[in-house]
């Protein structure tokens, strides 16, 4: 998903949420990060937006 949403060009910006159903769950109720929300984490997102230099 998060590969997908990095190469989509009209998705500038992303975030991801914790209240869907448990099997989803990036954070436990105790705070602690799931495996998927230490990817979440972990990922380097590219520059959204990159503005010409010069005009152009």
């Known amino acids: 998903m998060i590969e997908m949403l990095d ?3 009209f998705v500038e910006r992303y975030a ?3 209240w869907v159903e448990d099997v989803r769950h990036v954070q436990n109720d ?7 929300g ?3 984490r ?7 937006y ?6 152009k």
């Open 30 to 36: 105790d705070g602690q990060l799931t495996p998927a």
């Open 7 to 9: 190469a989509t060009p």
């Open 38 to 40: 230490e990817v979440y």
């Open 42 to 48: 972990d990922q380097e997102s590219p520059l959204s």
């Open 16 to 18: 991801i949420y914790n």
């Open 50 to 55: 990159r503005q010409p230099v010069g005009g």
